[in-house]
């Protein structure tokens, strides 16, 4: 049975019609991707779901009980909390039911002074609530926020920093934990993945996957939606179509019935072509009967539903087209340190990037992959090391903060400033190619949304003729079909790039090579994301791919270090066998505990049930800190 299904629904904004005659269901457990270009209606359909908008027509049903969780793609948290405290606010009712208990307690052990009626009143409702509070996972909520908070970024030295210092990105991020841990029956989000790096947003798919509930999520990471979508809904022309595959599948189904359309269509046209042409020349013929025939076809005409015209959907046409060729060797760095007060962000960078090559540049929030392209495009100083670019190289920079867009200025005038030996009519041209028409080049950059702004960039960068190209995340406020351009200018791209992505398509369809940034340094991964990802894996399993020559003294060495190593391993396996032993007795004592608390006749005893519940809440207590050990043992 569908726990929400959506009718006919109906939304115009004063006279533009956006959603027209939407219908659809979700299932429980379905994870369904939304899809459409910017401006097709996918954020209002979202507020309309969630109560926030009203529909012109329609209805939405809800089945009983269901509660709705909408994670806006904006969001705004007023908190003087901190991170950990803000979290809480969600498990209010725990809390609550948590302090009642222990009144409930002290209540019971005062209850030998009067009735028995009254002791086996609190005695019955101590155990309901606490079968309830169980239940709830009472006992473990704080574990749990622990995980969501780490699994989505945040570091546990993070928890006490107070709600009103966190950046735009961080406040998004803490949003989203708040609502996972709220686990609604239907989840609607929109854009999650924005501020997530590539660790917490494989952390998230993990959790949408194996999550009970049901979502429906608005996303242009396409990598995200293979791996969690089992159903697609595309938006286009005020409608919606549902797609029972992933995103991948959807392309496919797509194709083939953007074709068959086609086909259909243009014959159409070419019946009623063939049809008016009849008619033109019954009606020259003259005379009352071809007049009549004329007429009775043209009634015929007139009744057939015509068939949409396909718009294809407008695509930027992005081109970048080096003026010279740089030498093979584009940039060397190495041993680059960099850092700020007492912070070391960059430790013994080293790299090198030749001619041609397509490089990603991946690692976790606030590693410095931003500090480090700012250093090679010498805008932020050095404490040590060196940065050569090759003969012939000329950079250019995509920032994702689009900082170098000046916010007063139109559009026209953002272009024709930085390049005033171009003409009119070749300014306009080129921005008509990156779908800025009409008025739209007299808008001003402040009033441009993020895609937009991101064209305007583009297509800077596109007119700058550099050769080597350094993007900052340049698919952050694209939409999918910009995004899909962009990829093949950039594979056909005959110069050299280096970009900053967490978008893991995008880096398996131009990507090269990987450069991962940790903490311990810069390593190279020769193919793309997907390369990088079954390279990872192979090196977790401690396997070597080729053995180099050593010497009897570096041999000797190594084996101490793997004989220590070893021991290690060792030890940390024997640690976590005592911990998974505790971890099962402590289980199995918390069973027998509950099913003592579950037997009615117990409940005679109100000191018994005193001492059992301590005893309980002390061993659920010991049981969590001995979890929180095994996971560090197991990292």
Known sequence: MPILTANHIYKTYVVDPILEDISFHVETGDKIGVLGLNGTGKTTLFQILSGKLHMDQGQVQLQRGVKVGYLEQHTKIDSS??????????????????????????DISKAGENSDEVLQRLMDEYGQMLEEFTALNGYGYKSEIRGVLKGLGFLEEDFDKSVEILSGGQKSRLSLAKLLLEKPD?????????????????????????????????????????????????????????????????????????????????????????????????MNYGGERYIKQARSRQKMLDKIKLLPKLHESKKASFHFDPETRSGRDVLHAEGLCKSFGDLELLKDISLDIYRGEKVGLIGANGIGKTTLFRILLGQ????????????????????????????DKTVLDEIWDEYPLLD??????????????????????????????????????????????LMDEPTNHLDIDSKEVLEDALKNYSGTIFVISHDRYFLNQVATKIFELTEEGVTEFMGNYDYYIEKKAFLAMDVDEEEEEKTKTQLKHEKRKEKDQLQKERERKRNIRKLEESISALEEEIKRIDEKLSDPDVYKDHQEVLQLSRERENLQSILDDIYAQWMEHGE
Not at 385 to 392: I, M, P, R, S
Not at 436 to 457: C, H, P, Q, T, Y
């Open 380 to 407: 932020v100083d050095l404490d040590d090391g060196f940065v050569k670019l090759g003969q012939h190289v000329y950079p250019g920079y995509f920032d994702q903060e689009m900082s170098d867009l000046s916010l």
């Open 186 to 282: 239907l989840l609607l989000l929109d854009e999650p993945t924005n501020h997530l790096d590539i660790d917490a947003i494989t952390w998230l798919e993990r959790f949408l996957r194996d999550y009970r509930g049901s979502s429906l999520i608005i996303s242009h990471d396409r990598y995200f939606l293979d791996n969690v979508a089992n159903r697609i809904f595309h938006m286009e022309n005020r409608g919606l179509k549902s797609y029972n595959t992933d995103y991948t599948g959807f392309m496919v189904q797509r194709k083939k019935e953007l074709e068959i359309m086609k086909r259909q269509y243009d014959n159409q046209q070419k019946e009623i072509r063939r049809q008016e042409e009849i008619i033109q020349r019954f």
């Open 81 to 106: 909390l901190n991170i950990f405290d803000e979290c809480l606010k969600v498990f209010d009712d725990l809390i609550i039911m948590e302090k009642r208990l222990r009144e409930m307690e002290i």
């Open 424 to 469: 009119h009519y070749q300014i306009r041209t080129y921005l008509s190619q990156f779908l800025f028409v009409g008025d739209d080049i007299f808008k001003e950059i402040n009033e441009l949304s993020g895609g937009e702004k991101a064209r305007v960039a583009l297509l800077k960068l596109m007119l700058s003729k550099s050769n080597f190209l």
